[in-house]
């Protein structure tokens, strides 16, 4: 009985952007909704409470969205490959998988259908170099071996 290999892989240096960028939106928007108070100048108008809480909402708002693009990830084993990249999601069997590509200028590695479309693997960016390198080579290690089964079998 053969053990099951399974990578799970995701995006390192676009969390270590998105985090801080996401707590830095809610602390910014937080302070500017505490400083909302009072007359606004000679026309009178006033800031409510619903509008610190709107400033509030915002940076929040502002917060999950720059949290967005950590989504991506790619989980793959010995049948076939999930794709989650910030906007879509592909599941797809190795049989329809022809190469696990990662050119050199391209922002992210991508797969190479049989029907020559493209599935671009967000979740192994150029950024993060060698682990991407690393995560090509392991998704390129599994297809492989699928593609060696049947010709053992």
Not at 41 to 66: C, E, S, W
Not at 126 to 145: F, I, P, S
Request: aromatic share 6%; glycine share 10%.
């Amino acid at each position: 009985m053969t053990e099951s290999r399974t990578v799970r892989l995701r995006p390192y240096r676009i969390r270590l952007v998105c985090w801080p960028a996401a707590i830095l939106l809610l602390v910014v928007f937080s302070l500017i909704a505490t400083s909302l108070h009072g007359s606004t100048g000679a026309d009178g108008g006033t800031f409510q409470r619903g509008d610190q809480l709107a400033m509030i909402g915002l940076g929040v708002l502002g917060a999950l969205g720059a949290l967005w693009f950590t989504r991506p990830r790619v989980d793959a084993d010995e049948r076939g490959i999930r794709v989650r990249n910030v906007v879509g999601s592909y599941d797809l069997p190795w049989e329809v998988v022809r190469a696990v590509r990662f050119d050199r200028g391209a922002a992210c590695a991508s797969l190479e259908l049989h029907d020559d479309d493209r599935v671009p693997l967000m979740a192994l960016q150029v950024a993060d170099k060698d682990r991407a390198v690393a995560g090509v080579r392991q998704l390129r290690a599994l297809h492989a071996a699928h593609q060696a089964q049947p010709a053992a079998g």
